[in-house]
């Protein structure tokens, strides 16, 4: 790919994300986008896509931003903004796909139920390696994936993260302190 990415490092709910797109779309959401982790994302940015990197806050990704500031203040229910999907492939990018295709905001499925929902029924542990390579958290909502048994299961962005977004989405109550 021969390309420009514009990136921005925008305030959130859960802290700081990074944001990254590309002229097809949103290809990378990051967490906890402090300078270690934005220097250290940007630079597998560049070496994954072969690109130029830019910072900016308008242009191509002035909507994301619209859209997640939108999510974390409770006025926004579906994300509607381009994708890249460059950075996932073949099984990840099936899962990815049909978690934000079927998985509606307050709502949760499990790791079990998302195999089946993609035809691999026995791939619960894969579809786990899926949402743990999602370059697109939050807009591709990896953290509505739970275990079966009820538990929150793993999560990239740590589980308080995790806990805060479904908190966010009315599938968890709000800390009382």
Same mark, same amino acid.
């Given at each position: 790919? @021969?390309?420009?990415?514009?990136?921005?490092?925008? /305030?959130?709910?859960?802290? +700081?994300?990074?944001?990254?797109? *590309? @002229?097809?779309?949103?290809?990378?959401?990051?967490?906890?986008?402090?300078?270690?982790?934005?220097?250290?994302?940007?630079?597998? #940015?560049?070496?994954?896509?072969? %690109?130029?990197?830019?910072?900016?806050? *308008?242009?191509?990704?002035?909507?994301?931003?619209?859209?997640? %500031? %939108?999510?974390?203040?409770?006025?926004?229910?579906?994300?509607?903004?381009?994708?890249?999907?460059?950075?996932?492939?073949?099984?990840?990018?099936?899962?990815?796909?049909?978690?934000?295709?079927?998985? +509606?905001?307050?709502?949760?499925?499990?790791?079990?139920?998302?195999?089946?929902?993609?035809?691999?029924?026995?791939?619960?542990?894969?579809?786990? %390696?899926?949402?743990?390579?999602? +370059?697109?958290?939050?807009?591709?909502?990896?953290?509505?994936?739970? /275990?079966? @048994?009820?538990?929150?299961?793993?999560?990239?962005?740590?589980?308080?993260?995790?806990?805060?977004?479904?908190?966010? /989405?009315?599938? #968890?109550? /709000? +800390?009382?302190?």
């Amino acid at each position: 790919m @021969d390309t420009t990415v514009e990136w921005t490092v925008v /305030e959130s709910g859960i802290g +700081p994300l990074l944001l990254a797109s *590309t @002229d097809r779309g949103l290809v990378s959401v990051v967490f906890h986008a402090d300078e270690t982790v934005r220097e250290r994302a940007l630079d597998r #940015l560049a070496g994954r896509l072969g %690109a130029e990197l830019t910072r900016s806050g *308008t242009g191509r990704l002035a909507e994301p931003i619209r859209q997640l %500031a %939108a999510y974390f203040s409770g006025g926004l229910r579906h994300f509607d903004v381009p994708l890249d999907w460059t950075l996932t492939s073949g099984f990840n990018r099936q899962v990815l796909r049909e978690l934000a295709d079927s998985v +509606p905001y307050g709502t949760v499925v499990g790791y079990g139920d998302l195999a089946k929902r993609v035809g691999q029924p026995g791939a619960a542990q894969a579809v786990g %390696a899926a949402m743990g390579s999602n +370059p697109l958290p939050v807009v591709v909502p990896c953290h509505r994936v739970v /275990e079966s @048994d009820g538990g929150l299961g793993g999560f990239g962005g740590g589980l308080e993260t995790k806990r805060r977004l479904l908190a966010l /989405e009315g599938v #968890l109550p /709000e +800390p009382l302190f």
